[in-house]
């Protein structure tokens, strides 16, 4: 949590709205509620792993880069372009990107 910020944090209220959504307004609605019910839902649970991932995930994204060289997604990417990089050396370092990116997104497809 952030100063001056108090309890409840903003991953609190975005559980909350998740939860309220998920055990109270899906089991009573239909069609297109329901399916646009659902879709928010899950982009609550994905703006909780966010908050909750996003800080430590960014340094750790951070440190790869740096590893490699290069300052920003940017950057690698024009370097991968320019083949600057073994297959080997990129590997590693794009996988963990991919699977930081699922533990928000779809955490079952992280595994």
Do not use: C, W
């Not at 309890?7 to 509620?33: C, I, K, N, S």
């Not at 370097?79 to 779809?106: H, M, P, Q, S, W």
């Amino acid at each position: 949590m952030a100063a001056p910020h108090d309890v409840p944090t903003a991953a609190q209220l975005v559980a909350a709205v998740r939860e309220f959504l998920e055990t109270d307004v899906l089991p009573e609605v239909e069609g297109r509620v329901r399916f646009h019910t659902r879709v928010a839902v899950n982009v609550l649970g994905m703006v909780e792993r966010e908050i909750e991932l996003g800080p430590s995930q960014a340094a750790a994204h951070a440190d790869r880069l740096d590893r490699l060289g290069v300052a920003d997604d940017a950057e690698l990417a024009g370097a991968i372009r320019e083949g600057r990089f073994e297959e080997d050396e990129l590997l590693g370092v794009l996988t963990a990107a991919v699977r930081d990116k699922l533990r928000v997104a779809n955490p079952p497809y992280a595994e």
